[in-house]
C-alpha cells in the first residue's frame, strides 16, 4: 500500500486579504484570497470559501489535513495593541472600544473559531507573521541559498525583518519593531494624499511621477530618523495611528501646508509632490536595508516578502543598485501570501522536510494557483442564460484573440487557474493595444471606473522583452518597474502647467499606453511553459502587427476584486464598455449580447467608493 499523502493548510485572515493555502507533500495544491469568493475587496474574514476550494481543488476534507496553521500570533498582536493604548491613553478609549469586541470574540480563541468554521478539532500551529512572510519568500524561490528580508507594515511586534535560508533551513537574525515602520510611514501617507490606507498604496506610487519629491528633506528632519542599515525611528509626534482613529495628526496636516486630501477631491500638484518625496524617502529606505543585509549575510541572492514588496518601483532599484545578483519576490507578498509562508514553514521546519531549490525557474508555477473552469462549465452557464457565444479552436484561438486586440478592442480574458496574489498575470486580465495612446484613457474611464493618472502594465514575450525594456531577466509577477528602452521613447515638450489630464495625453513612447510619465513599465514577462494559451496571444498579436507586448489589467473594476467565476466576468463585462469577452476558448462579442439592465446604480457607487 502507498504512503498515504500529508496535507496542510495554512490560513492567514482577520486584519485584511484573508487567504488560504493547501500543501501535499510539500507541494502547493491551491492557494487563494477570500475575497475572490465574496466579493469583498480586501476581505479580512475567516476565508471558508478559499478553504472549501483548496478542499474541492486537492478531491480532500477536513478530515485528511493533517496539520492547520495560522500565519501569525494573536496572543503577541493583542499584547501590543495594548501596550500602544496605555502609552497613549485615554486618548484611544474609543479605538479601544471598538476593537475589543472582535478579539474577544474572534482573534483571541482562533483555535475555537477554526472548529467553528470548519470543523477541524485538532491542534492549531501558529507560526510568526515575518517567520510566514520570510517562509513565503524563500521556500519558493529558486534558490538553494539567500538572503531574506520581509518589510510591512506591522506583524505581532516586527514591522522588518532579515535573514537567510539555506536549504530548509531558514534563520531570521533581527527585526526593526513597531511603532518605527516604512510600510506604516508609506500609509501614513496614503491616508493623507486621499486614498485609503491598506489598498491605496499602489496609487500612491503611480501618482509619484507627476511630482517632484519636495518634501523628501521635509519627511527626513521632522519624520524619520534613517540611520545607514535602513533602520528608522519614527517622530511620533506627527502620527496618530498609536491609539487614535486618524493615521496623521494636525502637525503632520500643518508641516505640508494644510490639511489631508479628501477621497474624491481633485488631486493638485502637492499631492503629485507629496507622492514622489514619500516615494523617494521608501527607494531610499529598502535600498539602505537591502544593502545592509548583503553585507551582515554576503548571500548572492535576495528574497523579498511583506506588503512593502509590493512597491515595484523600489524592487527596481534593489536589483538594479543593490550588490545582489538576481532577487526574487513573493507574488502574495501581502498578508494573502502569509497562508502560503505558514503552510511551507510546518513543511520543511517543523516537520524538517527537505527542499529542493530548482536554479532555474521558482515553485510558485507562475501563481496561477486558484480555481479553473471548463469549457464546458461554461457553455452550460452561458447556454441556460441564452448568452450568444462563438467556440474557438486551439489552432485559431490566439489569433481570433489577437485580431481583437489589434483592432482596438478592449478585451476580457478569463483563462486557467486564477492567480493568487494582488496582480492579474493573464488568468484574469483586461487586454489592450499598447501602441494607441488613448488605450490608457478609455481602460481608466470606460471600463475600470478609477482615476485617469493610474498607468497599465505591459505582458512581453519573455523571449523578447529586452527589445522593449531595459531588462535582462524574466520578471513573471509583474513586481518590477524598469525604463522602456531609449530608442522608443518619444522626447515630452517641457511640462507648462498642463493639468493632470492633459500630462497623461502626452505620447511618450511608440508603446504609449504603458508608458508611465517618466518611461518607466512593471512589467510582466510570460513563458510558453508556464502559460502557453496566453503566450499565444500576444504572440500572434505580434505576428499581425510587429509589437510583442499588450497591456494587461486586472480583470475587475474599481471597488471590486478581480473576477474569480464566468459569471462574475460576464457580469463585469456586461457592466462596462469592455468589448469583448474570452472565457477559456469561448468568445463573447458585446454587440451580440441581450440588453444588460443592471449597470448605472452600480457605476456611479463605485465611482464614490
Known amino acids: 500500500m502507498a504512503d498515504k499523502s500529508l496535507y496542510i493548510l495554512g490560513i492567514s485572515c482577520f486584519y485584511h486579504d484573508s487567504a488560504a493555502c493547501l500543501i501535499k507533500d510539500g507541494f502547493v495544491v491551491a492557494a487563494a484570497?477570500?475575497?475572490?469568493?465574496?466579493?469583498?475587496?480586501?476581505?479580512?474574514?475567516?476565508?471558508?470559501?478559499?478553504?472549501?476550494?483548496?478542499?474541492?481543488?486537492?478531491?480532500?476534507?477536513?478530515?485528511?489535513?493533517?496539520?492547520?496553521?495560522?500565519?501569525?500570533?494573536?496572543?503577541?498582536?493583542?499584547?501590543?495593541l495594548l501596550m500602544s493604548y496605555l502609552t497613549c491613553a485615554p486618548r484611544g478609549l474609543m479605538s479601544w472600544l471598538e476593537a475589543m469586541p472582535l478579539w474577544l470574540r474572534q482573534k483571541l480563541?482562533?483555535?475555537?473559531?477554526?472548529?467553528?468554521?470548519?470543523?477541524?478539532?485538532?491542534?492549531?500551529?501558529?507560526?510568526?507573521?515575518?517567520?510566514?512572510?520570510?517562509?513565503?519568500?524563500?521556500?519558493?524561490?529558486?534558490?538553494?541559498?539567500?538572503?531574506?528580508?520581509?518589510?510591512?507594515?506591522?506583524?505581532?511586534?516586527?514591522?522588518?525583518?532579515?535573514?537567510?535560508?539555506?536549504?530548509?533551513?531558514?534563520?531570521?537574525?533581527?527585526?526593526?519593531?513597531?511603532?518605527?515602520?516604512?510600510?506604516?510611514?508609506?500609509?501614513?501617507?496614503?491616508?493623507?494624499?486621499?486614498?485609503?490606507?491598506?489598498?491605496?498604496?499602489?496609487?500612491?506610487?503611480?501618482?509619484a511621477p507627476y511630482g517632484e519629491p519636495k518634501y523628501a528633506d521635509l519627511i527626513l528632519e521632522h519624520l524619520i530618523d534613517l540611520k545607514e542599515d535602513g533602520s528608522l525611528r519614527m517622530n511620533m509626534k506627527y502620527f496618530d495611528f498609536l491609539g487614535g482613529m486618524r493615521m496623521t495628526n494636525k502637525k503632520f496636516a500643518r508641516l505640508f501646508g494644510g490639511p489631508e486630501r479628501k477621497p474624491e477631491t481633485d488631486i493638485t500638484q502637492r499631492e503629485m509632490d507629496i507622492a514622489a518625496s514619500i516615494q523617494v524617502?521608501?527607494?531610499?529606505?529598502?535600498?539602505?536595508?537591502?544593502?545592509?543585509?548583503?553585507?551582515?549575510t554576503g548571500m548572492k541572492y535576495l528574497c523579498l516578502a511583506g506588503g512593502v514588496a509590493l512597491n515595484c518601483v523600489a524592487n527596481g532599484r534593489i536589483l538594479r543598485e543593490s550588490p545582489f545578483e538576481d532577487i526574487w519576490i513573493q507574488p502574495a507578498a501581502g498578508d494573502a501570501g502569509g497562508a502560503i509562508g505558514s503552510a511551507l514553514s510546518v513543511w520543511h521546519r517543523y516537520l524538517d522536510k527537505p527542499r529542493t531549490a530548482l536554479k532555474v525557474k521558482d515553485d510558485q508555477r507562475g501563481s496561477y494557483l486558484g480555481p479553473a473552469y471548463s469549457n464546458e462549465y461554461i457553455t452550460k452557464f452561458l447556454d441556460e442564460n441564452s448568452y450568444p457565444y462563438v467556440a474557438m479552436t486551439d489552432e485559431n484561438r490566439g489569433r481570433t484573440i489577437a485580431t481583437q486586440i489589434a483592432d482596438g478592442k478592449?478585451?476580457?480574458?478569463?483563462?486557467?487557474?486564477?492567480?493568487?496574489?494582488?496582480?492579474?498575470?493573464?488568468?484574469?486580465?483586461?487586454?489592450?493595444?499598447?501602441?494607441?495612446?488613448?488605450?490608457?484613457?478609455?481602460?481608466?474611464?470606460?471600463?475600470?471606473?478609477?482615476?485617469?493618472?493610474?498607468?497599465?502594465?505591459?505582458?512581453?514575450?519573455?523571449?523578447?522583452?529586452?527589445?522593449?525594456?531595459?531588462?535582462?531577466?524574466?520578471?513573471?509577477?509583474?513586481?518590477?518597474?524598469?525604463?522602456?528602452?531609449?530608442?522608443?521613447?518619444?522626447?515630452?515638450?517641457e511640462y507648462d502647467g498642463n493639468d493632470l489630464l492633459g500630462r497623461l495625453k502626452l505620447k511618450r513612447s511608440d508603446i504609449p499606453a504603458i508608458t508611465h510619465l517618466d518611461y518607466s513599465a512593471r512589467v510582466q514577462t510570460v513563458n510558453r511553459d508556464v502559460n502557453p494559451k496566453y503566450y499565444d496571444v500576444i504572440q500572434e498579436f505580434e505576428n499581425l502587427t510587429g509589437c510583442a507586448v499588450v497591456v494587461n489589467t486586472s480583470f475587475n473594476v474599481r471597488g471590486e476584486p478581480i473576477v474569480c467565476t464566468p459569471e462574475d466576468a460576464y457580469k463585469c463585462f456586461m457592466r462596462t464598455e469592455m468589448d469583448v469577452l474570452v472565457l477559456e476558448d469561448i468568445i463573447l462579442f458585446k454587440d451580440k449580447q441581450p440588453e444588460w439592465t443592471e449597470g448605472k446604480e452600480w457605476k456611479n457607487d463605485l465611482i464614490l467608493d
Open 410 to 493: 478592449i478585451v476580457g480574458h478569463l483563462q486557467g487557474r486564477m492567480e493568487y496574489g494582488p496582480r492579474a498575470l493573464g488568468g484574469r486580465s483586461i487586454l489592450g493595444d499598447p501602441r494607441s495612446d488613448e488605450t490608457q484613457t478609455v481602460m481608466n474611464l470606460k471600463i475600470k471606473y478609477r482615476e485617469s493618472f493610474r498607468p497599465f502594465a505591459p505582458t512581453v514575450l519573455e523571449d523578447k522583452a529586452s527589445e522593449y525594456f531595459d531588462l535582462d531577466r524574466p520578471s513573471p509577477y509583474m513586481l518590477l518597474v524598469t525604463n522602456v528602452k531609449k530608442e522608443r521613447c518619444l522626447e515630452l515638450p
Open 281 to 296: 524617502v521608501t527607494e531610499d529606505v529598502v535600498l539602505r536595508m537591502a544593502k545592509h543585509v548583503h553585507q551582515e
Open 109 to 207: 480563541h482562533v483555535p475555537r473559531f477554526i472548529e467553528d468554521e470548519i470543523g477541524y478539532d485538532e491542534e492549531v500551529l501558529f507560526t510568526e507573521h515575518h517567520e510566514a512572510h520570510a517562509a513565503s519568500a524563500f521556500y519558493p524561490s529558486p534558490f538553494e541559498e539567500a538572503a531574506i528580508l520581509t518589510v510591512d507594515g506591522v506583524g505581532e511586534w516586527a514591522t522588518a525583518s532579515y535573514g537567510f535560508g539555506r536549504g530548509n533551513e531558514l534563520t531570521l537574525l533581527k527585526e526593526m519593531q513597531f511603532p518605527h515602520s516604512i510600510g506604516l510611514l508609506y500609509s501614513a501617507f496614503t491616508y493623507f494624499t486621499g486614498f485609503k490606507v491598506n489598498s491605496g498604496e499602489y496609487k500612491l506610487m503611480g501618482l
Open 33 to 80: 484570497q477570500e475575497e475572490r469568493f465574496t466579493r469583498r475587496k480586501h476581505d479580512p474574514r475567516f476565508p471558508t470559501n478559499a478553504v472549501n476550494y483548496c478542499f474541492d481543488e486537492a478531491g480532500i476534507a477536513i478530515e485528511d489535513i493533517d496539520h492547520l496553521v495560522f500565519y501569525d500570533k494573536p496572543f503577541l498582536t493583542f499584547e501590543r
